[in-house]
């Protein structure tokens, strides 16, 4: 009898527990965006590219909404709406993958033809990574026109939804 639960107990043990992950609802909120440019192609200084306007490099904030019937993410930067596409990490519950592409605007009127994704993780509240970005862009005041590529770290804070509000006003 001993030899029953002995192997019933490793059995559970080495099989190890599944629990299913929270749903991805819990990311759904407006944040707070810090995103750190780390390698950028072409390097700066730049003469007619003003990366500061645009998401990738800076603040910025965003606005999720997971809608389960497309398995993906409704993402509004900077009051601009794209659809972000979602995958779990095979690292944990914790951890996703973001990609989002199209047209970003920004306050003077240039364009920027994107694509950008994010390895990243989930803290309650705040999402942490790094991400990836590529555009064709045209500078609405000089008409200049080029590619950038660039990597860089994310850091969010949630500053509403899910019962959360810090007060924090962008």
Known sequence: MRSVWAIALISGLLGGCSFPCDPATRLDGSYAVWMHTVTHQPAPPFTDYPSYQVFYNGWSEWDLTYVPAKKAFDLIIDDQTYT????????????????????????????????????????????????TYSSDWEYALTAAIGSVEATGEIMSTRIEGQNYDTGFEF
């Not at 979602?86 to 033809?113: K, M, N, P, Q, W």
């Open 84 to 131: 972000a596409d979602y995958s779990t990490a095979d690292t944990g519950c914790g951890s996703f993958h973001l990609s989002a592409s199209g047209i970003y605007v920004t306050t003077d009127g240039s364009r920027h033809d994107f694509e950008w994704e994010a390895t990243l993780s989930y803290y309650g509240s705040h999402i942490n990574g790094t991400y």
